[in-house]
């Protein structure tokens, strides 16, 4: 018969087992999807400027997955079903975070902030007072700077399966930005086969916003190849065109009889090459397209992409006015992401959803402005199926 002390001392080591055990299931990723790209969580575990940094697993029920880290809050790889009933990885990313600290400038998957895309030479106006921002794309500031949200470490709460919640203080006049802004992310995974992103923030002092997701697509799998081929459809009759530093001139010009017409499903590739000015400036498409809304507030198709290749289809919804289109025109050849797969030039598409780039000086442009007691909201759904 055990004394009271000896079953006391079995209670609590029998306590500390389950401790660990329900610990130990709680960090493993468990992805139920096919696909051989699978990622380990331990190669996200580390320590970044003092905050813990992690990997983590979003899946539903059919067969869909998506791991996002906390460092840039980067969607790093998703799994997508294809026509053929296994799954294909459709992002960009790195099989480790290691990878991320030595390849910023890509943005692979991160969220971005303050300003998603360029602000000329860095500078604007609130009331009379001049800002100056970092250049981090000379002559101009890109992505909100070096050291923008890409590179900074989110606070994470993993709320259920599906949904993933980060929250960032941006502090009155990090990389040269006005306000100590609060913003919260959430990133939900539908049975839907939806990415729903929800955009949140407030600030004590007013400031510009613009926040968006800069994840690279192919929907034939990230690293297999050109996206030339992926059949394009962007709900836009007019564009911003850009002068030679990618920086809107102010004028919205239509896309008829253009290059940039993808008002109807076109290859990527059709044009991509052609000798007009803008195609010159931007390497290929590095342009803003003015979306056709209906209203202000309402989510609205924006985008739509296939590849013939998986079958499979990614539909862009957003209640922002603008998307950028990038064609990947500065991949490098000689980039090795997951499973050390190549991503080369043109190998990759981004559509980020946004308001106008260099909108702070541009007054024709819709404001990006954010003042006190007001909050910024804005969502995007990025939507795969099988057609």
Request: with cysteine; proline share 3%; net charge neutral.
């Amino acid at each position: 018969m055990y004394s009271i002390k000896r079953l006391s001392a079995v209670l609590m080591l029998f306590s500390v087992v389950a401790c660990n055990n329900a610990n130990n299931q709680q960090s493993a990723i468990k992805d139920t999807t096919n696909s051989n790209t699978l990622i380990s969580k331990t190669a996200y575990q580390q320590e970044v400027q003092g905050k813990k940094v992690d990997l983590y697993l979003l899946s539903n029920k059919h067969n869909m997955s998506v791991y996002i880290t906390n460092y840039g809050g980067r969607i790093v790889s998703v799994n997508v079903p294809n026509k053929s009933g296994t799954t294909t990885d459709v992002v960009l990313g790195y099989d480790s975070l290691n990878h991320y600290f030595t390849r910023k400038e890509n943005f692979f998957g991160a969220l971005i902030g303050r300003y998603g895309n360029r602000i000329a030479k860095g500078k604007f106006q609130l009331d009379g007072k001049t800002y100056q921002l970092a250049i981090n794309n000379a002559p101009n500031a890109l992505h909100g700077g070096p050291k923008g949200f890409h590179d900074q470490v989110w606070d994470a709460k993993l709320l259920d399966e599906q949904t993933l919640e980060l929250s960032y203080l941006s502090k009155d006049g990090e990389e040269g930005y006005p306000g100590n802004l609060t913003v919260k992310v959430v990133y939900h995974l539908t049975e839907e086969n939806s990415i729903e992103i929800s955009y949140n923030a407030t600030t004590d002092k007013k400031t510009v916003l613009n926040l968006t997701n800069h994840s690279y697509f192919n929907l034939s799998g990230a690293g297999s190849g050109t996206i030339n081929d992926h059949l394009l459809t962007i709900n836009a009759d007019k564009f911003t065109p850009v002068d030679s530093t990618l920086i809107p001139t102010g004028v919205l010009a239509d896309v008829a009889g253009t290059a940039f017409d993808f008002r109807k499903p076109r290859a990527i590739g059709d044009s991509v090459n052609s000798l007009s000015e803008q195609i010159k400036n931007g390497k290929g498409y590095d342009h803003n397209f003015v979306l056709n809304r209906k209203s202000s507030n309402d989510l609205e198709l924006a985008a739509t992409v296939y590849s013939a290749t998986t079958g499979i289809k990614l539909e862009v919804l957003t209640q922002e006015p603008g998307i950028q289109f990038y064609g990947g025109n500065f991949l490098e050849s000689n980039l090795l992401g997951k499973k050390d797969l190549h991503y080369s030039f043109r190998t990759a598409f981004c559509l980020e959803t946004q308001h106008f780039p260099d909108a702070p000086n541009k007054a024709k442009f819709a404001s990006t402005e954010l003042a006190p007691g007001k909050t910024y909201t804005t969502k995007t759904v990025y939507k795969f199926s099988v057609q």
